[in-house]
């Protein structure tokens, strides 16, 4: 019984999570537009970078992680609350890599002259996106939540592995997308302002995320609780 | 590990067995990459590209997309009158369930590619001799992958609903690696380029086997019923 004030609680405090890194996400944006200077050759069409960067951050990286490592202790630990997190982090990580593949697109036509092209990370975004959609799709066609939990989990442990191997794959295709443009010494850096806006809006995104995860994961405890109590009340 | 393999080899050989009495899931897959190939050579405009051109995306979408509706049938099989619960009190272990399943996919897929290779040869005037060789491995490798993938999936769609459609969500994203590096392949042995301008794509395709199936066959386990 004392599960569904406590998920309740828990909803709240990710909303206010969420909040908070929707606030840093104006913040920094504002900065952005304002207070960063124009990039010399792109002009205003750069300012896309500072959604575009920090999405792709959440959505290939930091999202694809959880749901992989939460994946593999799912299965070492059966526990339900990790199979939560995994499936609520592929949720909010489908929203972060819808952004990047729109965002994309726009920006590559502006600068590219191209809405789309097959380079390396590009196509790695796409599969790694129809993994997510794939992961989106079993979760929907599987009733039992035990089974439902360990097919997700075996499909997100193999996503994770398969990532890496479309990435190699493609590169040896011809690649148009440019390089990193941080952390790399002896290539030509990103100005500093630039730099501390993008370095905060990867601060703001990874909040932004953690709220909606949070917000995610107590609303599937919620879901949960709510049905087993239904299921003992007509015991 | 002997007695894995002999269990394996059990498993393989039953499921073969059953296919070759009934023939049905063979004979269908061949009419349909039959059918396929034949289709191809229509829907393309033969002045603007030339066969030879067309032929290595042709035969592996041929290949990959037979091979794939195939496998459906290694679990589906064990699902009527529940036979999988047979399989899984029997001593066997899940290890050699897996591989069992695979090989016996592996045979059936190479017997499809086997027949469905000179087929191709003849509507795409290919010349294949010179390079049976290299294109055999090749075709072996890229078939080792997506089988394995594809039969740890099916043991996953058949127990959801639309597992057809769900199996081939689940593979094509797993496909992309061993069909793309096939292809490219392929059209290097077909203009007979050396060795060195295609072995890049070999390695990649031998690693994404490597880890694929040593991957697959640890987390197949937890695709089955405690």
Same mark, same amino acid.
């Given at each position: 019984m004392t599960a569904i004030p406590s998920a309740e609680r828990a909803l709240k405090r990710g909303g206010i999570l969420m909040a908070i890194g929707l606030a840093a996400v104006a %913040? %920094?944006?504002? *900065?952005?537009? %304002?207070?960063?200077?124009?990039? =010399?050759?792109q002009g205003l069409a750069q300012k896309i970078f500072y959604i575009h960067v920090p999405s792709a951050w959440v959505a290939l990286y930091l999202a694809y992680a959880i749901v992989g490592i939460f994946s593999v202790l799912y299965l070492l630990l059966k526990d339900p609350r990790l199979d939560l997190v995994a499936s609520s982090s592929a949720e909010v990580g489908t929203v972060f890599a819808t952004v990047v593949l729109i965002t994309g697109p726009i920006w590559g036509k502006t600068v590219w002259g191209t809405w789309w092209t097959w380079d390396a990370r590009l196509t790695s975004t796409l599969f790694l996106y129809f993994i997510y959609l794939a992961y989106l799709v079993l979760r929907s066609a599987v009733e039992e939540p035990g089974? *439902?939990?360990?097919?997700?989990a075996v499909l997100g442990i193999l996503g994770a592995l398969l990532v890496p191997f479309i990435h190699m794959t493609v590169y040896l295709f011809r690649t148009l997308h440019p390089m990193p443009v941080v952390l790399q010494p002896g290539r030509p850096q990103l100005p500093g302002s630039m730099l501390i806006t993008l370095l905060s809006s990867f601060v703001a995104f990874? %909040?932004?995320? =953690?709220?909606?995860?949070?917000r995610r994961y107590a609303w599937a405890r919620l879901r949960a609780a709510?049905?087993?109590?239904?299921?003992?009340a007509s015991r | 590990m002997g007695e894995?393999?002999?269990?394996? !080899?059990?498993?393989?050989?039953k499921d073969l067995l059953l296919e070759f009495r009934s023939r049905t899931a063979f004979l269908s897959a061949l009419v349909f990459t039959a059918l396929v190939l034949a289709i191809f050579n229509f829907a393309r405009d033969p002045t603007a590209v030339s066969s030879v051109d067309l032929a290595p995306s042709v035969l !592996?979408?041929?290949?990959?997309?037979? /091979?794939? &509706? /195939? #496998?459906?049938?290694?679990?589906g099989l064990e699902k009527e009158n529940r036979a999988i619960d047979g399989l899984l009190l029997s001593p066997a272990s899940r290890t050699a369930l897996f591989l069992g399943k695979t090989l016996a996919n592996l045979v059936f897929v190479g017997a499809v590619?086997?027949?469905? &290779?000179?087929?191709?040869? &003849?509507?795409?005037?290919?010349?294949?001799?010179?390079? #049976? /060789?290299? &294109?055999? #491995?090749?075709?072996a490798l890229a078939t080792v992958g997506f089988v394995t993938v594809g039969t740890l999936m099916s043991s996953m769609a058949v127990n959801t609903r639309f597992g057809e459609m769900m199996l081939l969500v689940l593979v094509l994203p797993f496909l992309l690696t061993p069909v793309s590096t096939a292809a490219e392949m392929t059209a290097r042995l077909f203009a007979h380029r050396p060795f060195a301008e295609w072995a890049p794509w070999l390695k990649l395709l031998a690693a994404y086997d490597i880890a694929f199936v040593v991957l697959c066959t640890l987390v197949f386990e937890f695709t089955l019923e405690e």
């Open positions: %913040v %920094v944006y504002v *900065r952005a537009l %304002v207070f960063t200077p124009e990039e =010399a050759t089974r *439902r939990a360990r097919y997700c990874t %909040v932004f995320y =953690a709220g909606l995860l949070a709510r049905a087993q109590e239904e299921a003992d | 894995v393999l002999a269990q394996a !080899w059990a498993i393989a050989a !592996w979408i041929t290949f990959s997309f037979a /091979g794939v &509706l /195939g #496998l459906n049938r290694a679990f590619e086997a027949i469905a &290779l000179p087929l191709f040869a &003849l509507f795409f005037n290919v010349p294949l001799l010179e390079i #049976l /060789g290299p &294109l055999v #491995l090749v075709i």
